[in-house]
């Protein structure tokens, strides 16, 4: 006669196999978040990346600042109507831009090099939560390490200029202070649009060709563009979107604030095609 087993042991072999040795450990986006920082700080790349990007970025605005009293004393009246000292000094995004956006692609082309890639989505199966992971640290460095150069150029830069004694600005004077921040957030956004890029192309080279493409070669030949793509300009890299770095309105895009915005939603829609082609891939 077979013997029945009991309600509570049943109960209690159902138990086990649920909390047993066996049960796979259940790994949530913080352990994610926390293995993507892990991984980028690792890095010497990641650390080299930013400290060109400091060191490239504030010789930049050296270099340039030094100079930069001889256009106020050369000018004329009514072009010192139009003396920008925060813009000047905040010139240095055009280069900075290039190194961050390194920064933001190699957060994933970096383990398609390696292979590692591979061994990051058996780890989190889910493909979203890793990409996503990658994208939070990303932004999170884009958003420090652009900021930090920001304020650092501009008070170098103004301080620069007070020794020549030319007109300069404060963080207090009108529209300063969101100019300097502005700059810290577009380069955050470009960041994100090169990780979005290395997502879709897996390749470090590939991906930086596109966004110097994007950045330079698009708004260098904008005069070619028929008419019904010129209102693009408006949200793009480099034109219409690089005007919250300046204090003094420009008529040719008098909302920057909304400019800026507009282009970050085209890296949200870059990025949106990013997790979908990330998912339905092979690696």
Same mark, same amino acid.
Not at 86 to 92: D, G, M
Not at 131 to 141: M, Q
């Given at each position: 006669?077979?013997?029945?087993?009991?309600?509570?042991?049943?109960?209690?072999?159902?138990?086990?196999?649920?909390?047993?040795?066996? *049960?796979?450990?259940?790994?949530?986006?913080?352990?994610?978040?926390?293995?993507? @920082?892990?991984?980028?700080?690792?890095?010497?790349?990641? @650390?080299? +990346?930013?400290?060109?990007?400091?060191?490239?970025?504030?010789?930049?605005?050296?270099?340039?600042?030094?100079? *930069?009293? +001889?256009?106020? +004393?050369?000018?004329?009246?009514?072009?010192?109507?139009? @003396?920008?000292? +925060?813009?000047?000094?905040?010139?240095?995004?055009? &280069? *900075?831009? $290039?190194?961050?956006? !390194? $920064?933001?692609?190699? !957060? &994933?082309?970096?383990?398609?090099?390696?292979?590692?890639?591979?061994?990051? #989505?058996?780890?989190?199966?889910?493909?979203?939560?890793? /990409?996503?992971?990658?994208?939070?640290?990303?932004?999170?460095?884009?958003?420090?390490?652009?900021?930090?150069?920001?304020?650092? *150029?501009? $008070?170098?830069?103004?301080? $620069?200029?007070?020794?020549?004694?030319?007109?300069?600005?404060? /963080?207090?004077?009108?529209?300063?202070?969101?100019?300097?921040?502005?700059?810290? #957030?577009?380069?955050?956004?470009?960041?994100?649009?090169?990780?979005?890029?290395?997502?879709?192309?897996?390749?470090?080279?590939?991906?930086?060709?596109? #966004?110097?493409?994007?950045?330079?070669?698009?708004?260098?030949?904008?005069?070619?563009?028929?008419?019904?793509?010129?209102?693009?300009?408006?949200?793009?890299?480099?034109?219409?979107?690089?005007?919250?770095?300046?204090?003094?309105?420009?008529?040719?895009?008098?909302?920057?604030?909304?400019? /800026?915005?507009?282009?970050?939603?085209?890296?949200?829609?870059?990025?949106?095609?990013?997790?979908?082609?990330?998912?339905?891939?092979?690696?």
């Amino acid at each position: 006669m077979t013997p029945h087993t009991t309600e509570p042991a049943a109960t209690a072999a159902a138990a086990g196999s649920d909390t047993g040795p066996a *049960a796979a450990p259940r790994v949530t986006f913080a352990h994610t978040l926390r293995a993507e @920082w892990i991984k980028f700080r690792s890095l010497r790349s990641s @650390w080299y +990346t930013l400290a060109c990007l400091l060191g490239v970025g504030l010789g930049i605005t050296f270099l340039s600042m030094s100079s *930069a009293g +001889t256009q106020y +004393t050369d000018a004329t009246a009514e072009e010192r109507q139009d @003396w920008d000292p +925060t813009s000047l000094s905040l010139t240095t995004y055009i &280069v *900075a831009q $290039l190194i961050i956006g !390194v $920064l933001g692609t190699l !957060v &994933v082309t970096s383990e398609y090099a390696t292979g590692l890639m591979r061994t990051s #989505l058996a780890a989190t199966p889910r493909r979203h939560r890793l /990409l996503a992971a990658k994208l939070v640290v990303a932004t999170a460095v884009a958003v420090v390490a652009g900021q930090a150069l920001m304020f650092a *150029a501009f $008070l170098i830069g103004q301080a $620069l200029l007070r020794g020549q004694d030319v007109p300069s600005a404060g /963080l207090g004077d009108p529209g300063v202070l969101s100019a300097v921040a502005g700059g810290g #957030l577009y380069l955050a956004a470009i960041a994100l649009l090169a990780a979005g890029l290395g997502t879709l192309m897996r390749a470090t080279a590939g991906a930086l060709t596109t #966004l110097v493409g994007i950045i330079f070669l698009v708004p260098g030949l904008a005069g070619l563009f028929p008419a019904w793509l010129e209102g693009l300009l408006d949200f793009w890299p480099t034109a219409g979107a690089a005007a919250v770095l300046a204090t003094v309105p420009d008529p040719d895009y008098p909302h920057p604030w909304l400019n /800026l915005g507009g282009m970050c939603l085209g890296v949200a829609a870059v990025l949106a095609v990013a997790f979908v082609v990330f998912r339905r891939r092979d690696v």
